[in-house]
């Protein structure tokens, strides 16, 4: 995961550095804010707190509820209906991404590649980590 400073805005990227400049209590503050951003978007999103959120990108629909948690687009088995291989009562994630992106300005997102998730962020909060970037402790724990 990479946080490109420079693209935020100058006082979120001076908060981020703080952060890293001071990693123990840029942890704290993370496991502090972790809670409130898991309340908040698991009601709006169903969001699976992977720590690298992407909802921007995948038309505000969290790709952590596809059943092989596939970050990337949809994997072949998509049925013909547009529901999931794996849980038939399921709309495809991906079908759902595509369908919402239509309505976003910044719809072409959905296109990205995205980096492989870091597990260890995994019930971090993203907006910190996106801040900040990873501030893992000496057992990678963040
Ligand atoms: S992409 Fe990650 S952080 Fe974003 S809503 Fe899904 S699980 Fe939550």
Redesign the pocket.
Known sequence: MTTALENLPPAIAWFGRLLRRYPRAGRQLNRAAAPF?NLT?VLM???????????HE?GMT????CPKTL?DGPCGGVRMNGHCEVKPEMMCVWVKAERRSRWLPWREEILRVQEPLDWRLKGSS?ILNMFSGPLLDERGRP
């Open positions: 951003e978007k999103f169903g969001c699976n707190m992977c720590g690298q959120c992407i909802l995948t969290c790709p952590m509820n970050r993203a």
